[in-house]
C-alpha cells in the first residue's frame, strides 16, 4: 500500500468514527436527559392530587374521604411526625422548608418577588404557577419554591423548582442562559442562528437586549469556573441552574424539581451572583 492510499483509508476510517461518535452524541440520551425522563414519567403515572394551600399530595381516597392537612404558616417548622404521615412520598418541601427557617431564612410575606417572576420568559415557557413560597436570603435575594405547571399529551402536571433572585446594580438588559450539553452544543454550531454558546451557555437575547459584561460576570460567578475565582462557594459544584437577566433583577430556575440535596448549592450560587 502506497502513502497516499494508506492517508486515503485513515481519512475515510477518520470520518466514519467522527460520524458514528457525531450520531451517538446527538441521538442518544445524557445523563441528564435520562433523568429529567425518569422524573417526568414518575409525574405522569403519579395518580394523585397537589395541594398548593397544603403543599402536600392527596390521594383521590383521601380526598373523597376529606382528609385536610393544614399547612404551615410563616416560619412554623413541620413536625417530624408530620412530615412522616403526610409527605412519606416525598418530603424534600418540608424538609428544604424547615432547613431554611432554623438557618434563618425566613418566609416573607411580599409578593414582588412572584410578581415580577411571572414577567419573565421563564415563567411564560409554563402554563402557570400554582404555589409560591419565598425566603429572604439576604437583603437583597430571595430563594423560592415555586410549583410550576406544564402540559403532556394534553394533560396537565406540575413540579415544584427552586427560583432564586437578587437585584443588580443598574439595568443589565434582557436575556437567557441555559447550560449546554454536548449534544446541543453540536446542533447550535450547525444552527448558529438561534442562539450564541458561551464558554457551554446558551446564550439568547430577548429583545436584541444584553449586556455583554454582565454576561461574563455571570458566567464568572458560577461553578464551573470556580479554579479561576477563589472566592466562589463548594456547595454549588453540582448544581445546574437556567438564568435570566431582566433589567435589574436576576433570576436562576434549577434545571430539575427541587430535591434536598441540592439546597446548599442553590443558596451557595445565590450568594455568589448577589455579588455582581
Request: no cysteine.
Amino acid at each position: 500500500m502506497d502513502l497516499y492510499t494508506f492517508f486515503v483509508w485513515a481519512l475515510i476510517l477518520a470520518l466514519v468514527v467522527l460520524g458514528v461518535w457525531f450520531l451517538y452524541t446527538v441521538f442518544i440520551p445524557t445523563k441528564e436527559e435520562k433523568e429529567h425522563r425518569r422524573i417526568q414519567k414518575e409525574s405522569l403515572e403519579d395518580d394523585r392530587v397537589y395541594d398548593p394551600e397544603t403543599g402536600r399530595f392527596f390521594t383521590l381516597e383521601e380526598l373523597e374521604n376529606d382528609e385536610r392537612f393544614e399547612a404551615t404558616k410563616g416560619n412554623d417548622l413541620y413536625t417530624e411526625e408530620e412530615i412522616e404521615k403526610v409527605f412519606s412520598y416525598d418530603a424534600s418541601f418540608p424538609l428544604i422548608h424547615n432547613f431554611l427557617i432554623e438557618n434563618g431564612y425566613l418566609t416573607t410575606n411580599d409578593d414582588e418577588t412572584l410578581s415580577r417572576f411571572k414577567e419573565t420568559a421563564m415563567a411564560n415557557s409554563y402554563d402557570g404557577i400554582r404555589f409560591a413560597r419565598t425566603y429572604a436570603i439576604s437583603s437583597k435575594s430571595a430563594l423560592s419554591l415555586m410549583e410550576l405547571e406544564y402540559k403532556v399529551n394534553g394533560s396537565y402536571h406540575s413540579d415544584l423548582y427552586f427560583i432564586g433572585n437578587t437585584s443588580l446594580k443598574e439595568g443589565r438588559g434582557h436575556f437567557l442562559l441555559e447550560p449546554v450539553s454536548i449534544k446541543e452544543g453540536l446542533l447550535r454550531f450547525i444552527d448558529t442562528t438561534k442562539s450564541k454558546i458561551i464558554d457551554g451557555w446558551n446564550l439568547v437575547p430577548v429583545n436584541n437586549e444584553l449586556d455583554g459584561v454582565i454576561v461574563d460576570d455571570i458566567i464568572m460567578a458560577l461553578p464551573k469556573n470556580k479554579w479561576l475565582n477563589d472566592q466562589l462557594v463548594d456547595e454549588s459544584e453540582n448544581v445546574k441552574v437556567a438564568i435570566e437577566v431582566k433589567e435589574n433583577q436576576l433570576y436562576f430556575k434549577s434545571s430539575s424539581p427541587i430535591k434536598e440535596e441540592e439546597l446548599d448549592g442553590m443558596i451557595s450560587i445565590l450568594r455568589n451572583l448577589e455579588k455582581l
